[in-house]
């Protein structure tokens, strides 16, 4: 069973271009997944939402990250995305498990700081 959180990358027209997806389990094991919205794409939480929480799903069952943004425009968007708490949001991979959790992440996930 997993716990599974939600937050969102905004745009400077706050529009939610990337969904993230926190997924941990009882050992406080934490994969992360995320849907990026191409400039053509028209924004849908609900579809974003749905990729993103494959993705966690698929690093906490491989172990290990996976799926490499490939897309070229992934990164201006992540760039221009705005974090509501001013934080860099360090991603290579669209699947991730186990990676250095960011602080707004463990706040997200009602972990203890370290």
């Not at 009882?26 to 939402?49: H, P, Q, T, Y």
């Not at 992934?74 to 001013?86: C, K, L, R």
């Not at 991603?91 to 203890?112: G, S």
């Amino acid at each position: 069973m997993y716990t599974e959180k939600y937050y969102y990358l905004r745009n400077v027209k706050n529009v939610p271009y990337v969904t993230v997806c926190l997924v941990m389990d009882e050992e406080n094991n934490v994969g992360r997944g995320i849907a990026i919205c191409s400039n053509k794409d028209i924004v849908c939480k609900k579809r974003g939402r749905s990729i993103a929480k494959i993705r966690a799903i698929h690093a906490m069952k491989i172990k290990k990250n996976a799926l490499p943004i490939a897309r070229k425009d992934a990164d201006a968007i992540i760039a221009e995305a705005e974090i509501y708490t001013n934080q860099i949001f360090p991603v290579f991979n669209k699947a991730t498990y186990n990676y250095n959790i960011q602080p707004y992440e463990k706040r997200i996930l009602k972990m203890e700081e370290v």
